[in-house]
């Protein structure tokens, strides 16, 4: 049986700011299992990556986002899987379109549950490739 090669991945993860707070939620899936990661998923083709990030945050959340700005990209390759995976993993950032609105666990196979966490005061453990952001100093926040 063959099976095709394995090839990189497009994935786009969004810090969605309110105050100080950024909104992170525990990862049930095999990836990155029980870690605390952004909310974001994989671009689709012919996407822009700013349509993505509003896609994947109202697909998951049920949140509306604007100001929706790219940040960074890292390169990611997750080599201890059982199923060898590569993401070059673009990062945004966005704020809520409404301030009031809250966010809902759409996907509940796939989070536990989406909450605001403060940026100097992040929960363990992150999932590894914001863990690795984070402790090279990487901030999300406009720094006006
Ligand atoms: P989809 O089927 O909805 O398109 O994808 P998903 O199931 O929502 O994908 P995901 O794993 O949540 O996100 C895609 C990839 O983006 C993920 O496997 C690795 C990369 N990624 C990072 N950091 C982060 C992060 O903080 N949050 C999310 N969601 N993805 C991230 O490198
Ligand atoms: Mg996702
Ligand atoms: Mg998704």
Not at 11 to 17: E, K
Not at 80 to 91: D, G, L, T
């Amino acid at each position: 049986n063959r099976s095709p090669s394995p090839v990189p991945k497009v994935g786009v993860a969004v810090f969605l700011l309110k105050g100080k707070n950024v909104l992170l939620g525990r990862r049930l899936s095999s990836l990155g299992h029980n870690t605390f990661a952004l909310p974001g998923g994989h671009l689709e083709f012919g996407e822009s990556f700013e349509e993505c990030a509003a896609r994947e945050v109202k697909e998951e959340t049920g949140l509306d986002i604007q100001k929706i700005e790219f940040l960074t990209v890292t390169n990611n390759v997750f080599s201890e899987e059982a199923k060898p995976v590569h993401i070059v993993a673009i990062f945004m950032r966005a704020v809520l379109a409404d301030p009031h609105q809250l966010p809902q666990n759409i996907e509940p196979d796939k989070c536990d549950g989406w909450d605001w966490y403060e940026w100097n005061n992040l929960p363990k453990p992150l999932f590894g490739p914001l863990e690795t952001m984070v402790q090279g100093g990487f901030n999300p926040f406009p720094s006006d």
